[in-house]
C-alpha cells in the first residue's frame, strides 16, 4: 500500500518557483496522483491531478516521473496568498481503495 | 464552490454525551466523506459513502457511525464522545471515485470540543 511522504515546511519569496515532492514509493500501476491546498480555517481546495507524465492547468503543473515513485507539485511565481498547506494525496485504486494522504507541507511565501 | 453545508460550525459538549454531525449537498454528488483533522496527523479518513445506505469504514472508524439516507445529507455520529474526538471535521464529496479525474469538494469544516 503506498504511503506518502512530504517535507513538513519550505519558504519562498514572492514571484518564486516553488516545488514541493511528494514520495510515494509504493504506488501501484492505477493509483492516481493529487494535490490539495488548504488556507486556515477552511476545507482543502483541488489543485490539480495527474497519473504519469505532466500536467499543467493555470495555476500549477504536476511532474510525475516514469517511475511514479515521486511527484512534484510546481508553482510559477508565487505571491503572498499562496501561503497555505499543500497535501498529496494518491488513491489506491486497488482492492482496499485507500486514500492515502500526505501530512502536508506549509508553504510560507515572504515579501 | 460547491454546494456543502456542514452543521453545527461548532460544537462544545461534555465527554460521554452523543453527538451528530450533518454534512448537506446540493451536487447530488455519489460519494460522501467524513474526515477528521488534528496537528500533526493531516485528514484522516473516517467513513466514506458510496450511495445512500451504502457505507464503508475508513482508517479512523473507532467511536464513529455514519448514516446516509438521501443522496444529499450524510450524518456522523458519536455515540459517546471522549476528549480524543476534539477535532476539526470536514465532510467532502466527489461524483465518483477520487481518482480517475475525480476531485473531492470540501466542506467549511465542524469545531468540535469535547470537555
Known amino acids: 500500500l503506498a504511503k506518502t511522504t512530504q517535507p513538513i515546511s519550505m519558504d519562498s519569496y514572492e514571484g518564486q518557483e516553488v516545488n514541493i515532492t511528494c514520495s510515494h514509493n509504493?504506488?501501484?500501476?492505477?493509483?492516481?496522483i493529487t494535490w490539495y491546498q488548504q488556507f486556515p480555517s477552511q476545507g482543502p481546495r483541488f489543485i490539480i491531478q495527474?497519473?504519469?507524465?505532466?500536467v499543467t492547468n493555470e495555476v500549477a503543473s504536476l511532474f510525475i516521473p516514469a517511475d511514479r515513485k515521486s511527484s512534484t507539485l510546481s508553482l510559477p511565481r508565487v505571491s503572498l496568498s499562496d501561503t497555505a498547506v499543500y497535501y498529496c494525496l494518491v488513491y489506491n485504486a486497488g482492492n482496499n481503495r485507500k486514500l492515502i494522504w500526505g501530512l502536508g507541507t506549509s508553504l510560507a511565501v515572504n515579501p | 464552490d460547491a454546494g456543502i453545508t456542514q452543521s453545527p460550525r461548532h460544537k462544545v459538549t461534555e465527554t460521554g454525551t452523543p453527538v451528530t454531525l450533518r454534512c448537506h449537498q446540493t451536487?447530488?454528488?455519489?460519494?460522501m466523506y467524513w474526515y477528521r483533522q488534528d496537528p500533526g496527523h493531516g485528514l484522516r479518513l473516517i467513513h466514506y459513502s458510496y450511495g445512500v445506505k451504502d457505507t464503508d469504514k475508513g482508517e479512523v472508524s473507532d467511536g464513529y457511525s455514519v448514516s446516509r439516507s438521501k443522496t444529499e445529507d450524510f450524518l456522523l455520529t458519536l455515540e459517546s464522545a471522549t476528549s480524543s474526538q476534539t477535532s476539526v471535521y470536514f465532510c467532502a464529496i466527489s461524483e465518483s471515485i477520487p481518482g480517475a479525474r475525480s476531485e473531492q469538494y470540501f466542506g467549511p469544516g465542524t469545531r468540535l470540543t469535547v470537555t
Open positions: 509504493n504506488i501501484a500501476t492505477n493509483d492516481y
Open positions: 495527474g497519473y504519469k507524465t505532466k
Open positions: 451536487e447530488n454528488h455519489r460519494y
